[in-house]
């Protein structure tokens, strides 16, 4: 049987492994698309952002491809987006790791973790909430994500409002945030279990939630898929 | 708080996972996709993979493995052996792979580290050092298996390599491995009291207790074992509580159908 769900648009920037993503979100329900130009998002109902590494080489792939207006003007009307690790770190204004000037859809900037005990800052790590979130949704307060980076948006003014979960590793820092329907996570749920699949399930059920309209017109049956939530 | 990871590492060749005494009177154990799944169920925090496949010509297989694993096991993996530049890393991480181990190719040229850490992220780069004690008390990298030395002393050829941009580094005592003696505790702390990245302890594991000295006593962050895992000897559940009773963080995993 085909399954119609959501259509999730994945970037890709050649920032490394999209294939667990990929499978993620599509075991998750998702018609999954991994795309490499700003033409390609047009007729996706979600977004994501992954990625890993340093901001300016990642900003510079993203502009030669065409996807940095595009992504902005996504953010800017508030439609349904997971940034992962470094695509959460986009977010923010700009870089101290190499001054970057990143999407700007969060006021404060990425800086290195501080104090802490060994870096990167690699392996798995609790998360623990600030507020509910239907992200979370079925995940225990606390449980344990994996965590492969160096360094961690630092929210400053009214985007502190937009963390949803902290994780320590010398100091405290952002681990999950939601402002709107932009969403982003510095941890790995592609490569968190059966807690990170859930989470990546939870958002291909507010991406459907979003997405309604057009898959009403799927003809009726077609929609009906057991088991997702 | 970050969790003290326990890691299987499954050898690799021509696409199947095999044991032996390392490259040597191989037997196949199965497909690696399916291993791997059952270790993520046990409770494995990441997995590594060591392609020992001898001709360049089938390296296709290993992309192919990397991938079906990547969509099968969503935890960390890493891949090591013969990776010789930031293409063949760049067609590995794409197969599905979070991070790439390098060794002798790293002795040869260290310049490869620096050139795939700017490249894909120190985050993705492990290099790994074969060390074997030295008559004065210190300890030399070797490569090939450990049958060369590559005229290095470990402690400061793993500062150069963290200096290059080894995001991580996977120590292996030539010495213990496979022999069932313990982690080399000296060897490990040796370079975890000079470096700031998480290490890897590996080759010599019988048991539990080992684990524990790893952390404790090496200063490792993580702990890598291969044949007490694929034999049944130990499961991953009861090296962590193992840790645990230590007073070791560590995942806790729900009861696996092991």
Partial sequence: MTRIGPRVAVVDYGAGNLVSIEQGLSAAGAAVRVVGDGAALEDADGLVVPGVGAAAPAMARLARRGLVAPIRAWIAADRPFLGICLGLQLLFERSDEDGAETLGALAGRTVLLGNAPTLPHIGWNQVVRRREHPLFDGIADGADFYFVHSYAGAPEGPSRDAVLADTTHGDTFAAAIATGRVLGVQFHPERSGTDGLRLLGNFVGLVRAEAVPHLREVPAGATARPGAS | ?258
């Avoid at chain 2, 409770?43 to 390296?59: C, H, K, Q, S, Y």
């Fill in chain 2, 1 to 258: 708080m970050l969790r003290r990871r326990v890691i299987p590492c499954l050898d690799v060749a021509n696409g199947r996972v095999v044991k032996g005494t390392r490259f040597v009177d191989l037997v196949d154990e199965g497909d690696p996709p399916e291993l791997a799944e059952r270790y993520a169920i046990e409770g494995a925090d990441e997995l590594v993979f060591l392609d020992i496949t001898a001709a360049p010509e089938r390296r296709g297989t290993l992309l192919d493995i990397v991938e079906r694993t990547a969509r099968r096991a969503f935890i960390p993996l890493t891949v090591g052996g013969g990776v010789r530049s930031v293409a063949e890393m760049r067609d590995v991480l794409r197969a599905g792979a979070d991070k790439v181990s390098l060794n002798t190719a790293a002795v040869a040229d260290p310049t490869l580290v620096s050139r795939c850490a700017s490249r894909f992220g120190r985050q993705a780069v492990v290099v790994a050092i074969d060390a074997r004690a030295t008559a004065d008390g210190g300890w030399e990298v070797v490569v090939k298996g450990g049958r060369e030395p590559a005229g290095l002393d470990a402690r400061a050829w793993a500062e150069r390599v963290v200096a290059l941009g080894a995001g991580e580094l996977l120590v292996t005592s030539i010495d213990r491995d496979g022999t069932g003696q313990g982690f080399d505790t000296a060897l490990l702390r040796a370079i975890t009291d000079r470096v700031g990245v998480p290490v890897i302890a590996s080759g010599g594991a019988a048991g539990p207790a080992d684990f524990v000295a790893a952390v404790r006593d090496g200063g490792a962050d993580a702990v890598l074992a291969a044949s007490i895992f694929h034999r049944r000897i130990h499961s991953i559940a009861a090296v962590k509580v193992a840790m645990a009773d230590a007073g070791l963080p560590v995942r806790h995993v729900p009861v696996a159908a092991a």
